[in-house]
């Protein structure tokens, strides 16, 4: 059965880095044992969750133990650019599941709803209960792109273990949450739509809806009011600041180009990797 929740592991990602880089091939016993003895504090000993996420997001190699070439760009990314790395984290994360095979990363899928939920009602559920019954409102309409195995996706450990991850973005979309030391409480947070995001994230963005809207990369791409909130979705920020993310985006890359005459076209040459966004 595909994995359904979403696993913590956002306070390990320097440990899951630099063992996959200086320590390669170790198990995950191993790996913690050999961050412990280095001076590291692990979060999630018991499980070290972070070397699962780094395989699923192509960080690294299941079977070498390894950091692939998109993790090496990635940790020089988290060494060099450090929020726009929780931004290209958060992309990944989002994106990973995709109406084409819905039965793959139910995970990222349940992080994806999650996300939605908080964009569209501009605030925290109160429970795991909210967000099945928005589920349920997805069903009447989507019925064929909701995957049947949600298992525990909801459960509110899933939900916090979610905010983990949107906790560090920057500008922030998680506010008055209470942190202390051993858990952090978000029963008065608030949810905000953010000003701005990174480049890095607006053209992931742009990469995803190209993706689901089932184009090509290289293609001119009609940008209607639907994939304009798509993309303001994806990237957590407010739909009034697409045109200004859209013109620095342009602005950085050299790979997207747009026609703008009644209607926006953009057309996205090739793939985004995380090395271009280590210049940007």
């Known amino acids: 059965m595909a994995r359904s929740h979403i696993l913590k592991g956002f306070a390990d990602i320097d440990a899951g880095l630099w063992i996959h880089k200086y320590y390669p091939g170790l198990n995950t016993n191993l790996m913690v044992k050999q961050l412990l003895e280095s001076g590291f504090t692990i979060t999630d000993a018991a499980r070290f969750e972070i070397a699962q996420i780094f395989n699923e997001l192509g960080f690294a190699d ?38 084409k095979k819905p039965e793959l990363n139910i995970a990222s899928w349940a992080y994806k709803t999650i996300c939605d939920y908080l964009w569209n009602y501009h605030s925290l559920p109160d429970n795991s209960k909210e967000l099945v019954s928005y589920i349920n409102d997805l069903r009447s309409s989507h019925s064929d792109l909701i995957p049947r195995e949600i298992g525990d996706a909801f459960s509110n450990k899933s939900i916090n273990d979610a905010y983990d991850w949107l906790l560090s973005l920057e ?12 858990i952090k409480s978000f029963k008065n947070a608030k949810f905000e739509r953010r000003p701005y995001c990174s480049t890095a994230l607006f053209v992931l963005g742009l990469a995803y809806i190209i993706r689901e809207s089932e184009n090509n990369f290289g293609d001119l791409i009609l940008i209607d009011d639907n994939k304009k909130r798509g993309i303001c979705l994806f990237c957590l920020i407010e739909e009034t600041s697409f045109d200004f993310m859209l013109d620095e985006s342009l602005r950085q890359f050299d790979f997207i180009s747009l026609q703008k005459e009644w209607e926006m076209f953009i057309d996205l040459h090739r793939k985004p990797e995380i090395s271009d966004f280590l210049e940007a």
């Open 62 to 99: 299941k079977t070498t133990r390894t950091l692939t070439a998109q993790g090496e760009s990635f940790y020089t990314l988290w060494q060099t650019k450090h929020s726009v790395a929780i931004d290209v984290l958060h992309g990944l994360q989002y994106g990973l599941w995709t109406k």
């Open 171 to 182: 500008p922030p979309v998680l506010l008055d949450v209470t942190v202390g030391a051993q």
